[in-house]
């Protein structure tokens, strides 16, 4: 899974309440997670350990990003 900030539509709105903000700090361009990985931030966030991943990537018939590679976290 690609973790693409510069095209999330929750970006300056969720980002201080995201997972990736809490563990990485100010946000990355973009990070790489494997299902593993983001299994476990969905089971730390569930714990309420950490904040869930907050990233909403628009629909590509609405000129934003393709689906597929890219898809939401756990809310």
Not at 42 to 50: F, I, K, R, T
Not at 55 to 70: C, E, F, I, K
């Amino acid at each position: 899974m690609l973790i693409d900030c510069d095209r999330c539509e929750m970006r300056d709105i969720g980002c201080d309440d995201c997972v990736v903000t809490a563990l990485l700090g100010s946000t990355p361009g973009s990070v790489h997670i494997d299902e593993g990985e983001r299994a476990a931030l969905g089971v730390l966030a569930e714990s309420g350990l950490v904040p869930p991943l907050r990233l909403v990537v628009g629909d590509a018939r609405a000129g934003g990003s393709p689906g597929g590679s890219r898809a939401a976290g756990t809310a």
